[in-house]
């Protein structure tokens, strides 16, 4: 869920993926469209896009083990770096769920 900052007149300035704020309320999927196709500063796109990479970087995380499990590529098919880069976020990921800090939908998907 989304939350919004709003102006004076009940607008839309800012989009916040967190709640901690008691200014800030939820935003309906209707709201959010039309606020994303209006004109707004560039900042408001970049956060909004660097929220979806984060999301993408774990669909990438997860596409890439179901394909090694598969057989479909090796990891030793990728370089070095990536292998490192993939096997440090497993790692993180593992020891979150070993200390309790479970994943939610929002961190899958």
């Given at each position: 869920m989304f939350y919004a900052e709003r102006d004076e007149d009940g607008r839309i300035v800012a989009i916040h993926k967190e709640s901690g704020r008691e200014?800030?309320?939820?935003v309906s999927e209707q709201?959010?469209?039309?606020f994303l196709t209006s004109d707004?500063?560039?900042g408001t796109y970049e956060a909004l896009l660097q929220e979806?990479?984060?999301?993408?970087?774990?669909?990438?995380?997860?596409l890439i083990e179901?394909?090694?499990?598969n057989n479909v590529i090796m990891l030793t098919d990728l370089p070095e770096?990536?292998?490192e880069k993939l096997g440090t976020r497993k790692d993180v990921r593992r020891?979150?769920?070993?200390?309790?800090?479970?994943?939610?939908v929002d961190d899958i998907l």
């Open positions: 200014d800030l309320t939820p709201e959010l469209q039309e707004h500063e560039p979806a990479d984060k999301k993408m970087i774990r669909v990438l995380d997860d179901v394909l090694v499990r770096e990536a292998r020891r979150m769920q070993d200390v309790g800090t479970d994943l939610t």
